[in-house]
Protein backbone atom coordinates (compact mmCIF):
# COMPACT_ATOMS: atom_id res chain seq x y z
CA UNK A 1 0.00 0.00 0.00
CA UNK A 2 2.87 2.57 -0.55
CA UNK A 3 2.53 5.97 -0.25
CA UNK A 4 -0.24 4.40 0.68
CA UNK A 5 -4.02 4.15 0.54
CA UNK A 6 -3.82 7.57 2.43
CA UNK A 7 -2.34 8.71 -0.62
CA UNK A 8 -4.92 7.70 -2.74
CA UNK A 9 -7.59 9.27 -0.36
CA UNK A 10 -5.39 12.37 -0.21
CA UNK A 11 -5.29 12.12 -4.04
CA UNK A 12 -8.75 11.82 -4.28
CA UNK A 13 -9.56 15.14 -2.02
CA UNK A 14 -7.36 17.60 -4.47
CA UNK A 15 -9.01 16.09 -7.69
CA UNK A 16 -11.99 18.41 -7.46
CA UNK A 17 -9.60 21.16 -7.34
CA UNK A 18 -7.05 20.34 -10.10
CA UNK A 19 -10.28 19.48 -12.27
CA UNK A 20 -11.36 23.26 -11.60
CA UNK A 21 -7.90 24.07 -12.90
CA UNK A 22 -7.34 22.30 -15.71
CA UNK A 23 -11.17 23.07 -16.94
CA UNK A 24 -10.48 26.66 -16.48
CA UNK A 25 -7.13 27.51 -17.77
CA UNK A 26 -6.64 24.18 -20.20
CA UNK A 27 -3.26 23.81 -18.88
CA UNK A 28 -2.09 26.54 -20.88
CA UNK A 29 0.64 27.52 -18.83
CA UNK A 30 4.17 26.57 -20.81
CA UNK A 31 6.61 27.68 -22.93
CA UNK A 32 8.19 26.25 -26.64
CA UNK A 33 11.00 23.88 -26.19
CA UNK A 34 12.96 25.89 -28.20
CA UNK A 35 16.47 23.93 -28.26
CA UNK A 36 18.56 22.98 -31.48
CA UNK A 37 19.12 19.35 -31.01
CA UNK A 38 18.81 16.90 -33.77
CA UNK A 39 18.47 12.96 -34.06
CA UNK A 40 21.40 10.97 -32.62
CA UNK A 41 20.64 6.89 -32.14
CA UNK A 42 16.99 7.53 -31.74
CA UNK A 43 14.90 9.77 -34.24
CA UNK A 44 15.96 9.04 -37.23
CA UNK A 45 14.16 10.29 -40.16
CA UNK A 46 12.38 13.03 -38.07
CA UNK A 47 9.35 10.56 -37.65
CA UNK A 48 7.62 13.32 -35.66
CA UNK A 49 8.06 16.09 -37.82
CA UNK A 50 5.07 18.08 -38.16
CA UNK A 51 3.34 16.91 -34.79
CA UNK A 52 2.87 19.31 -31.97
CA UNK A 53 3.27 17.83 -28.63
CA UNK A 54 3.12 18.74 -25.21
CA UNK A 55 4.83 17.13 -22.20
CA UNK A 56 4.21 17.68 -18.46
CA UNK A 57 6.21 16.36 -15.62
CA UNK A 58 5.29 16.37 -11.68
CA UNK A 59 7.00 19.18 -9.06
CA UNK A 60 9.77 17.47 -8.14
CA UNK A 61 14.04 17.01 -9.43
CA UNK A 62 13.32 13.71 -10.97
CA UNK A 63 10.59 13.83 -13.01
CA UNK A 64 10.92 17.24 -14.09
CA UNK A 65 14.10 15.62 -15.34
CA UNK A 66 12.39 13.24 -17.06
CA UNK A 67 10.17 14.76 -18.62
CA UNK A 68 12.36 17.23 -20.20
CA UNK A 69 14.31 13.60 -21.47
CA UNK A 70 10.72 12.95 -23.16
CA UNK A 71 10.34 16.86 -25.01
CA UNK A 72 14.06 16.87 -25.95
CA UNK A 73 13.99 13.46 -27.50
CA UNK A 74 10.00 14.46 -28.98
CA UNK A 75 12.12 17.78 -30.57
CA UNK A 76 15.33 16.34 -31.61
CA UNK A 77 12.20 13.77 -34.13
CA UNK A 78 10.83 17.00 -35.52
CA UNK A 79 8.33 17.78 -33.12
CA UNK A 80 7.32 21.26 -32.23
CA UNK A 81 6.98 21.35 -28.44
CA UNK A 82 5.41 22.58 -25.42
CA UNK A 83 6.94 22.30 -22.02
CA UNK A 84 4.58 22.45 -18.98
CA UNK A 85 6.43 20.30 -16.67
CA UNK A 86 6.55 20.93 -13.16
CA UNK A 87 2.90 20.49 -12.02
CA UNK A 88 1.76 20.48 -8.62
CA UNK A 89 1.11 17.03 -7.19
CA UNK A 90 0.56 14.09 -9.34
CA UNK A 91 -3.09 14.32 -9.83
CA UNK A 92 -2.60 17.83 -12.28
CA UNK A 93 0.00 15.01 -14.53
CA UNK A 94 -2.19 12.62 -14.52
CA UNK A 95 -5.57 14.69 -15.49
CA UNK A 96 -3.47 16.53 -18.16
CA UNK A 97 -2.55 13.21 -19.75
CA UNK A 98 -6.59 11.23 -19.50
CA UNK A 99 -7.97 14.64 -20.71
CA UNK A 100 -5.30 15.43 -23.80
CA UNK A 101 -4.05 18.76 -22.88
CA UNK A 102 -0.53 16.77 -22.54
CA UNK A 103 0.93 14.12 -24.60
CA UNK A 104 3.22 12.40 -22.59
CA UNK A 105 4.44 12.03 -18.91
CA UNK A 106 6.44 9.75 -16.85
CA UNK A 107 4.77 8.53 -14.39
CA UNK A 108 5.31 5.63 -11.71
CA UNK A 109 3.59 2.04 -11.83
CA UNK A 110 2.85 2.23 -7.88
CA UNK A 111 1.26 5.58 -8.15
CA UNK A 112 -0.75 4.46 -10.80
CA UNK A 113 -1.80 1.00 -9.20
CA UNK A 114 -2.63 2.43 -5.71
CA UNK A 115 -3.33 6.33 -6.46
CA UNK A 116 -5.28 6.30 -9.67
CA UNK A 117 -6.55 3.05 -9.80
CA UNK A 118 -7.68 2.54 -6.26
CA UNK A 119 -6.23 -1.20 -5.65
CA UNK A 120 -4.99 -1.44 -2.00
CA UNK A 121 -2.24 -4.16 -2.35
CA UNK A 122 0.46 -3.30 -4.97
CA UNK A 123 1.62 -6.12 -7.02
CA UNK A 124 5.34 -7.45 -5.99
CA UNK A 125 6.52 -8.35 -9.27
CA UNK A 126 7.33 -4.94 -11.06
CA UNK A 127 6.66 -6.47 -14.77
CA UNK A 128 3.25 -8.03 -13.08
CA UNK A 129 2.26 -4.32 -11.86
CA UNK A 130 3.35 -2.42 -15.02
CA UNK A 131 1.32 -4.96 -17.20
CA UNK A 132 -1.95 -4.55 -15.04
CA UNK A 133 -1.36 -0.82 -14.81
CA UNK A 134 -1.23 -1.32 -18.76
CA UNK A 135 -4.06 -2.89 -19.04
CA UNK A 136 -6.14 -1.58 -16.62
CA UNK A 137 -5.74 2.39 -17.47
CA UNK A 138 -6.84 1.81 -21.60
CA UNK A 139 -10.17 2.52 -20.28
CA UNK A 140 -9.18 5.72 -18.88
CA UNK A 141 -7.62 6.72 -22.75
CA UNK A 142 -3.86 6.48 -21.44
CA UNK A 143 -1.15 4.36 -22.95
CA UNK A 144 2.17 2.90 -21.25
CA UNK A 145 5.04 2.23 -22.72
CA UNK A 146 7.52 -0.51 -21.53
CA UNK A 147 9.04 0.52 -17.82
CA UNK A 148 12.41 1.19 -16.85
CA UNK A 149 14.44 -0.46 -13.79
CA UNK A 150 14.35 3.07 -12.33
CA UNK A 151 12.25 2.43 -8.80
CA UNK A 152 12.08 5.33 -6.98
CA UNK A 153 10.72 3.15 -3.66
CA UNK A 154 11.01 3.62 0.06
CA UNK A 155 14.26 2.09 1.60
CA UNK A 156 16.32 2.28 4.64
CA UNK A 157 19.74 3.62 4.40
CA UNK A 158 23.31 3.40 6.46
CA UNK A 159 26.60 5.26 6.30
CA UNK A 160 29.13 3.79 5.47
CA UNK A 161 31.38 5.07 8.54
CA UNK A 162 28.90 3.36 10.72
CA UNK A 163 28.04 0.28 8.07
CA UNK A 164 32.12 -0.55 8.82
CA UNK A 165 31.40 -1.92 12.27
CA UNK A 166 27.97 -4.07 11.37
CA UNK A 167 28.37 -4.76 7.57
CA UNK A 168 25.08 -4.89 7.12
CA UNK A 169 23.64 -5.43 3.24
CA UNK A 170 19.71 -6.48 3.41
CA UNK A 171 16.95 -5.87 5.96
CA UNK A 172 16.88 -9.35 7.10
CA UNK A 173 20.61 -8.20 8.29
CA UNK A 174 18.64 -5.53 10.26
CA UNK A 175 16.32 -7.64 11.88
CA UNK A 176 18.98 -10.28 13.05
CA UNK A 177 21.25 -7.43 14.44
CA UNK A 178 17.76 -5.81 16.50
CA UNK A 179 16.83 -9.43 17.70
CA UNK A 180 20.46 -9.80 18.87
CA UNK A 181 21.27 -6.34 20.03
CA UNK A 182 17.68 -4.02 20.23
CA UNK A 183 19.69 -1.07 21.73
CA UNK A 184 22.15 -0.94 18.48
CA UNK A 185 19.38 -0.28 16.00
CA UNK A 186 17.92 3.56 15.83
CA UNK A 187 16.01 4.54 12.87
CA UNK A 188 14.92 7.93 11.65
CA UNK A 189 12.00 8.41 9.97
CA UNK A 190 8.91 10.86 8.90
CA UNK A 191 5.57 11.09 11.02
CA UNK A 192 3.92 9.84 8.36
CA UNK A 193 6.60 6.06 7.69
CA UNK A 194 6.49 5.58 11.52
CA UNK A 195 2.63 4.96 11.55
CA UNK A 196 1.61 3.24 8.06
CA UNK A 197 1.03 -0.14 7.24
CA UNK A 198 3.57 0.39 4.41
CA UNK A 199 5.97 1.55 5.91
CA UNK A 200 7.54 1.35 9.37
CA UNK A 201 5.15 -0.99 11.13
CA UNK A 202 4.35 -3.22 8.17
CA UNK A 203 8.50 -3.58 7.64
CA UNK A 204 8.58 -4.41 11.27
CA UNK A 205 6.21 -7.23 11.21
CA UNK A 206 7.34 -8.53 7.81
CA UNK A 207 10.72 -8.88 8.68
CA UNK A 208 9.92 -9.94 12.43
CA UNK A 209 11.59 -7.42 14.22
CA UNK A 210 9.79 -5.22 16.93
CA UNK A 211 12.07 -1.52 17.83
CA UNK A 212 11.80 0.15 21.07
CA UNK A 213 9.83 3.07 20.71
CA UNK A 214 12.67 5.03 22.11
CA UNK A 215 15.36 3.94 19.31
CA UNK A 216 12.27 5.49 16.46
CA UNK A 217 13.35 8.94 16.05
CA UNK A 218 10.70 11.14 13.88
CA UNK A 219 11.88 13.81 11.76
CA UNK A 220 11.60 15.82 8.72
CA UNK A 221 12.61 14.20 5.56
CA UNK A 222 15.34 16.25 4.59
CA UNK A 223 17.12 15.82 7.95
CA UNK A 224 17.02 12.34 7.73
CA UNK A 225 19.75 11.84 4.90
CA UNK A 226 22.62 14.40 6.98
CA UNK A 227 21.51 12.42 10.20
CA UNK A 228 22.30 9.19 9.12
CA UNK A 229 25.93 10.77 7.43
CA UNK A 230 26.70 13.13 10.25
CA UNK A 231 25.47 11.81 13.77
CA UNK A 232 25.60 8.74 15.71
CA UNK A 233 21.50 9.59 16.78
CA UNK A 234 20.28 7.13 13.50
CA UNK A 235 22.23 4.01 12.52
CA UNK A 236 19.47 4.14 9.63
CA UNK A 237 17.82 6.11 7.85
CA UNK A 238 14.69 6.09 5.70
CA UNK A 239 15.16 7.17 2.62
CA UNK A 240 13.54 7.06 -1.47
CA UNK A 241 16.09 4.91 -3.65
CA UNK A 242 16.71 7.41 -6.29
CA UNK A 243 17.31 10.34 -4.32
CA UNK A 244 20.42 11.79 -5.29
CA UNK A 245 21.52 12.93 -1.46
CA UNK A 246 22.17 8.70 -0.97
CA UNK A 247 25.65 9.19 -3.69
CA UNK A 248 26.33 12.71 -2.47
CA UNK A 249 26.48 11.57 1.64
CA UNK A 250 27.88 8.43 0.97
CA UNK A 251 25.39 6.15 2.43
CA UNK A 252 24.39 2.39 1.66
CA UNK A 253 21.44 1.35 0.43
CA UNK A 254 19.70 -1.57 2.40
CA UNK A 255 18.26 -4.11 0.08
CA UNK A 256 14.41 -5.15 0.55
CA UNK A 257 15.03 -9.03 0.20
CA UNK A 258 11.53 -9.68 1.66
CA UNK A 259 10.35 -7.48 -1.19
CA UNK A 260 8.37 -5.39 1.48
CA UNK A 261 8.11 -1.82 -0.34
CA UNK A 262 6.04 -1.40 -3.66
CA UNK A 263 7.79 -1.01 -6.89
CA UNK A 264 7.61 2.34 -8.32
CA UNK A 265 9.19 1.97 -11.44
CA UNK A 266 8.91 4.97 -13.99
CA UNK A 267 7.56 4.62 -17.88
CA UNK A 268 6.18 7.04 -20.29
CA UNK A 269 2.31 7.11 -20.17
CA UNK A 270 1.22 9.13 -23.11
CA UNK A 271 -2.59 10.08 -24.18
CA UNK A 272 -3.65 7.28 -26.14
CA UNK A 273 -4.91 9.41 -29.03
CA UNK A 274 -1.68 10.77 -29.59
CA UNK A 275 -0.17 7.17 -29.73
CA UNK A 276 -2.07 6.40 -32.22
CA UNK A 277 -1.42 9.10 -34.11
CA UNK A 278 2.06 9.06 -33.78
CA UNK A 279 2.68 5.19 -33.11
CA UNK A 280 6.74 6.07 -33.78
CA UNK A 281 6.85 7.62 -30.17
CA UNK A 282 7.12 3.90 -28.91
CA UNK A 283 10.71 3.71 -31.12
CA UNK A 284 11.99 6.88 -29.38
CA UNK A 285 11.38 6.43 -25.81
CA UNK A 286 11.60 2.45 -25.28
CA UNK A 287 15.52 2.86 -25.77
CA UNK A 288 15.60 5.65 -23.47
CA UNK A 289 13.41 3.77 -20.64
CA UNK A 290 15.82 0.55 -21.44
CA UNK A 291 18.81 3.30 -20.20
CA UNK A 292 17.56 4.66 -17.04
CA UNK A 293 17.90 2.72 -13.33
CA UNK A 294 18.14 3.80 -9.90
CA UNK A 295 21.78 4.56 -9.89
CA UNK A 296 21.68 6.37 -13.06
CA UNK A 297 18.60 8.82 -11.15
CA UNK A 298 20.43 9.12 -8.09
CA UNK A 299 23.16 10.33 -10.31
CA UNK A 300 20.95 12.86 -11.94
CA UNK A 301 19.12 14.14 -9.21
CA UNK A 302 22.06 15.06 -7.21
CA UNK A 303 23.20 17.40 -10.24
CA UNK A 304 19.51 19.28 -9.16
CA UNK A 305 18.93 19.21 -5.57
CA UNK A 306 23.00 18.97 -4.40
CA UNK A 307 24.37 20.72 -7.13
CA UNK A 308 22.11 23.17 -7.80
CA UNK A 309 22.17 22.72 -11.87
CA UNK A 310 19.01 23.42 -13.97
CA UNK A 311 16.49 20.08 -14.90
CA UNK A 312 16.73 20.92 -18.51
CA UNK A 313 20.19 20.70 -18.75
CA UNK A 314 20.65 17.62 -16.65
CA UNK A 315 18.87 16.27 -19.47
CA UNK A 316 19.66 17.42 -22.08
CA UNK A 317 23.38 16.96 -21.08
CA UNK A 318 22.70 13.21 -20.71
CA UNK A 319 20.83 12.70 -23.51
CA UNK A 320 23.95 14.26 -25.51
CA UNK A 321 26.21 12.06 -23.37
CA UNK A 322 24.05 8.76 -24.20
CA UNK A 323 23.88 9.64 -27.80
CA UNK A 324 20.30 9.57 -28.28
CA UNK A 325 20.36 13.18 -29.46
CA UNK A 326 22.95 15.60 -30.68
CA UNK A 327 23.42 19.27 -30.77
CA UNK A 328 21.72 21.39 -33.73
Known sequence: MTRSVRTALAGLLVLGAA?????????KSGSPMVDDVVPGSVGQGRPLRGASLTITSKNFSENIILGHMIG????????????????????????????????????????????????AEPITDPQAQWR????????????????????????LAISK????????????????????DPSAVTVCVENEFASRDDGLPGMEKEYGMKLPAANIRKMDAGIIYTQVSQSD???????????GRIKAM??????????????????????????ERYPAIAGLLN???ARLTTAVARDL??????????PHEVAKEWLIEQGFIKEG
Open 132 to 155: AVRDADVKHGVTWLPQSTLNNTYA
Open 72 to 119: LIFKAAGAEVLDRTNLPGSISGREAIVRGDADAIYEYTGTAWITYLGN
Open 161 to 180: KNNARYGLKTLSDVAALARK
Open 287 to 289: PLS
Open 301 to 310: NAKVDVEGRD
Open 250 to 275: DLTVLADDRRFFPNYNAAPALHAETY
Open 233 to 243: SCLLGEVFTTD
Open 19 to 27: LTGLSGCGL
